[in-house]
């Protein structure tokens, strides 16, 4: 009807669409075929250069494909749109895999693995946008695998990149590089490690994907998993042998960035590891210094725990080599606060203590008498709380060097007893072995009777 009454066939809305381009896109030959009768432009483009070939191929149509370059002989629509991309390429980038089979077939003869104006081939598109049946069929049927666009990124790069397992898979299996750069030095590693895409971490690295490669800003993928706190990959990258000590621009390990942003998870996972802290960012700092200065209590605590207890390892496995795996087998290692109702009486009793009954530098005779160093009494001391910050300062002293003492097997409450005496606070020393001879004997009376299970904690006492 509207035909008869003479309807402008050609004209165009903002995005310069026609009538034939939505009867190709929607796959409406009959349609088409009126448009094409009454005289349509059959050549017209939309505002990006595509035309009926391209608004067909990209939809899957092969009977419009069919139409137009049978019935009409408009082979000569299969030309480049506004990005460069023909219609083999747009059909790549949607996953029709039935038009790509057409038209690598006879007479059409129109498939092409050239570059659009970015670089990007239908390979890359196809793995750009997860089409897996589409990157399977191109691979199938075209020698092409690890071409990299301007930007200097592999299909496998832009399938990682967009989190398409199955594509990754598939272009692995096809011995495609997993260690080719971008031109900003990204490997497929970084991004998936950054957005935590840990499947797809597991198949680069089984894959072989160099684990500790380095971006232009010096961050590993194990820096981007930390500062996104994606706990798995960490975790994956720390089993694979990843280096935690590898330094960024900032100079900055993983542990840095993890302490300066106070994540204790992530600080816990990679002092477990047994990094490096004595190495100083650009700024001269250590982690505990980073911690200390971004007031990360816990972390700062955590760090020293961690100092002193590798301090004792490392003196401990000189005579006793295997002892230290067994010791852990029996308490899990752990440098988070101590919530455990085991230790419940002696962390009342260092409350007691620092609260109520050392002045305000006697814990730091205490920190020297236990060899804590001059930077460890200093972070502790860098927490502020008021005039009475020394009794909370005291508080956390006591309870790393506890930490130790509890990993040593060593008695606590003769530790603490013969700690007092020996830096001269002989009546509060007093008062404490009452409290201490108390405690004791009721925490041993409840090893006795079981209520308390972890054998290593009565024989201290």
């Known amino acids: 009807m509207l035909l008869r009454r003479r309807a402008k066939l050609d004209l165009q809305d903002k995005h310069g669409l026609t009538a034939i381009h939505l009867a190709a896109w929607f796959g409406s030959l009959e349609i088409l075929k009126l448009l094409v009768q009454s005289g349509a432009d059959q050549s017209v483009e939309n505002t990006e250069g595509l035309n009926m070939m391209h608004c067909a191929a990209m939809n899957n149509h092969t009977d419009i494909v069919e139409y137009i370059v049978d019935d009409l002989q408009m082979g000569e629509l299969d030309k480049e749109e506004q990005y460069g991309n023909r219609p083999f390429a747009l059909a790549a980038a949607h996953g029709c895999v039935r038009m790509l089979q057409m038209l690598m077939e006879e007479p059409y003869n129109m498939a092409t693995m050239e570059e659009n104006k970015v670089g990007d081939t239908p390979l890359h598109l196809a793995a750009k946008h997860g089409q897996h049946e589409t990157l399977h069929l191109l691979l199938d049927n075209f020698d092409i695998r690890n071409d990299v666009n301007q930007a200097g990124q592999t299909a496998l790069y832009l399938a990682a990149d967009g989190a398409h397992e199955d594509c990754v898979q598939a272009l692995l299996e096809a011995q495609c590089d997993p260690n080719i750069f971008t031109l900003s030095r990204s490997s497929p590693l970084h991004p998936v490690c950054e957005r935590g895409h840990f499947p797809i971490v597991k198949l680069l690295l089984n894959s072989g994907a160099q684990i500790n490669a380095q971006d232009q800003h010096m ?50 996972m990679i002092l477990k590891a047994e990094v490096d802290l004595e190495i100083q960012d650009r700024q001269n700092k250590t982690v505990l210094g980073v911690a200390a200065r971004g007031n990360m209590v816990i972390i700062v605590d955590m760090i020293i725990k961690a100092e002193r ?20 087998n029996e308490s899990p290692l752990t ?33 020297e008498l236990w060899e804590f160093t001059e930077d460890q009494v200093a972070a502790i001391e860098e927490q502020w709380t008021g005039p009475d910050s020394f009794k909370e300062h005291g508080n956390r002293m006591l309870l790393i060097w506890l930490h130790r003492v509890m990993i040593e097997g060593s008695n606590p409450a003769k530790g603490l007893y013969e700690g007092l005496l020996s830096v001269g606070i002989t009546k509060i020393a007093g008062r404490m072995f009452l409290l201490i001879f108390t405690e004791c004997r009721y925490f041993w009376f409840q090893c006795l009777e079981g209520t308390i299970s972890n054998k290593r904690y009565s024989i201290c006492f």
């Not at 203590?353 to 006697?362: C, E, F, G, P, T």
Request: with cysteine; hydrophobic share 40%.
């Open 309 to 328: 207890y590798f301090r004792w390892k490392c003196n401990y496995q000189m005579n006793n080599t295997d002892a230290i795996e067994s010791l852990h």
């Open 219 to 268: 961050q590993t993928p194990f820096h981007l998993a930390v500062k996104n706190c994606h706990i798995p990959v960490i975790h994956t990258l720390l089993e694979a042998g990843c280096d935690p000590n590898i330094t960024d621009h900032m100079g900055q390990t993983a542990l840095h960035i993890a302490a300066e942003m106070g994540k204790v998870d992530v600080v816990e």
């Open 335 to 367: 440098f988070k606060l101590d919530h455990s109702p085991d230790t419940n009486p002696l962390r009342d009793m260092i409350w007691e203590l620092a609260y109520k009954h050392l002045k305000r530098n006697d814990w730091k005779k205490l920190a």
